[in-house]
């Protein structure tokens, strides 16, 4: 059950925050997105050719769910940042089955015409401090990368930082199909996304 990078996360304390923070980073406007009712979550897009990055946050006009946000959103605090990376399989369940505790039990999620089951850890931290990344099985052909406007931004490396690289690297060697993706040894997690802008190289962390 092989592993491909999908979309990576701008977590933020509130969702126009995030998108100015993006905007004004890669000098291009943020799509629209949408809501996550199950998480009380809210995102904007920015499609990057075959993925996309996701601004998301709390949605502060929808009930707190019972259970803890995705990507430890109950817990943000700070200017928005890079926080996941996010992975398709064509078999969330093997995919899950390979992966370490703590990764999540799939939950069927839904946003307008796009479908998806999703691993969601139950205290919402993947593991590794969660630089693992989270794991995602659209339902159909639908993606939000076909249909986003092309602003001409294409992600050149998502580098990934970590104490732990090596049991990292090595728990995702042999299934992640990703020349993007580079995990590094060091003292603090870390996450750092290059992109090929209109505008010359820019870069979030």
């Given at each position: 059950?092989s592993?491909?990078l999908?979309?990576?996360?701008?977590s933020?304390?509130?969702?126009?925050e995030?998108?100015?923070f993006?905007?004004?980073?890669?000098g291009v406007?943020l799509?629209?997105g949408g809501?996550?009712?199950h998480?009380?979550?809210?995102?904007?897009?920015?499609g990057?050719?075959d993925?996309y990055?996701e601004v998301?946050?709390?949605?502060?006009?929808?009930p707190r769910?019972?259970?803890?946000?995705?990507?430890?959103?109950?817990?943000f605090?700070?200017p928005?940042?890079l926080?996941?990376?996010?992975c398709?399989?064509?078999?969330l369940d093997?995919?899950?089955?390979?992966?370490p505790?703590?990764t999540?039990?799939p939950?069927?999620?839904q946003r307008?015409?796009?479908?998806w089951?999703m691993?969601?850890?139950?205290?919402?931290?993947?593991?590794?401090?969660?630089a693992?990344?989270?794991?995602i099985?659209?339902q159909?052909?639908?993606?939000?990368?076909?249909?986003?406007?092309?602003?001409?931004?294409?992600?050149?490396?998502l580098?990934?930082f970590?104490?732990?690289?090596?049991?990292?690297?090595?728990?995702?060697?042999?299934?992640?199909a990703?020349?993007?993706?580079?995990i590094?040894?060091?003292?603090h997690?870390?996450?750092?996304?290059?992109?090929a802008?209109?505008k010359?190289t820019?870069?979030?962390t």
């Amino acid at each position: 059950m092989s592993l491909t990078l999908d979309h990576i996360a701008i977590s933020a304390g509130s969702l126009d925050e995030g998108v100015a923070f993006v905007e004004a980073a890669l000098g291009v406007p943020l799509a629209g997105g949408g809501q996550h009712p199950h998480m009380a979550t809210h995102n904007r897009l920015l499609g990057l050719g075959d993925v996309y990055l996701e601004v998301i946050a709390a949605d502060p006009s929808a009930p707190r769910p019972a259970w803890p946000r995705w990507f430890d959103l109950d817990h943000f605090s700070g200017p928005p940042r890079l926080s996941n990376w996010i992975c398709r399989t064509d078999n969330l369940d093997a995919a899950l089955a390979a992966s370490p505790p703590g990764t999540g039990a799939p939950v069927s999620l839904q946003r307008g015409d796009y479908r998806w089951r999703m691993a969601v850890p139950g205290d919402g931290i993947l593991p590794f401090d969660n630089a693992y990344p989270a794991l995602i099985e659209w339902q159909g052909s639908l993606h939000p990368a076909k249909a986003l406007p092309d602003q001409g931004v294409r992600m050149t490396a998502l580098e990934i930082f970590h104490p732990d690289a090596e049991a990292l690297a090595a728990g995702l060697a042999t299934r992640l199909a990703d020349s993007l993706v580079h995990i590094y040894r060091s003292p603090h997690k870390a996450m750092r996304a290059v992109f090929a802008t209109p505008k010359g190289t820019r870069v979030l962390t």
